[in-house]
């Protein structure tokens, strides 16, 4: 089974700190994905990659960046954490079908509170 | 962002009810992806649909990729309790293979 996991279920951070969300796969997907989830709003894409040191804005980057050192771990950055980036963040990895669909497989979401 | 049109926003059904939701959208799509989240967890992936007119079932669950390439629906059978959560259409616009549009969920409450 494909195993996604986030280093954290549960954070709370004060406005202007700078926040880390890591995640990390052990299928060995080429892609993965940040989400942040907001009631009513479903899931938006955040970044996502689809290789090693590559990265592409999804719909809502801004306050974002994102890390891809290596091909198991997707970090995600705040680098001044604000109020309204209190969510819930999901990440995701796929396996690249080399030009077929693929499907995305999730973490268990890290909740955030920005205080 | 694109989104796909998903309705109905939320259902709350007897125990042993049929239980049908849809998800539609304006572009074509060559893949669409049905997902069930539950309370505090990341959405799990229920059915996949690569072909028009595919249907394919999941134990009590039943998905199929609409004709024009536009529309899917999920049926869920006979529900139980632990069928709660919010259920995710998610779907691939032809040439966009790595970006997945999404629905905002159908929320589903069973009474036992």
């Known amino acids: 089974d494909v195993k996604v996991t986030q280093s954290s279920r549960y954070l709370v951070k004060r406005t202007g700190e700078k926040v880390f969300l890591e995640c990390v796969q052990d299928m060995d997907h080429e892609n993965m994905f940040w989400y942040r989830q907001d009631p009513g709003l479903g899931l938006r894409l955040i970044y996502f990659s689809y290789d090693v040191k590559m990265k592409e804005k999804g719909d809502i980057p801004e306050g974002y960046s994102v890390s891809r050192e290596k091909k198991e771990r997707f970090s995600l950055i705040l680098e001044s954490a604000s109020t309204n980036q209190t969510s819930m963040y999901l990440c995701a990895s796929s396996l690249w079908g080399g030009g077929a669909p693929e499907t995305q497989y999730f973490g268990p979401g890290t909740r955030l509170l920005v205080l | 962002g694109q989104q796909l049109n998903q309705s109905p926003q939320s259902m709350f059904i007897q125990e042993g009810e049929d239980v049908s939701m849809n998800c539609t959208s304006s572009s074509i799509f060559n893949t669409w992806l049905w997902y069930k989240q539950e309370p505090g967890e990341g959405p799990v992936l229920l059915i996949a649909?690569?072909?028009a007119g595919e249907l394919t079932s999941n134990g009590r669950l039943t998905a199929q990729f609409g004709i024009t390439r536009k529309d899917s629906f999920l049926n869920i059978s006979a529900s139980i309790p632990s069928d709660v959560g919010i259920y995710f259409c998610a779907g691939r616009v032809v040439g966009n293979n790595r970006k997945l549009i999404w629905g905002l969920g159908t929320s589903l409450a069973v009474n036992p």
């Open positions: 649909l690569y072909k």
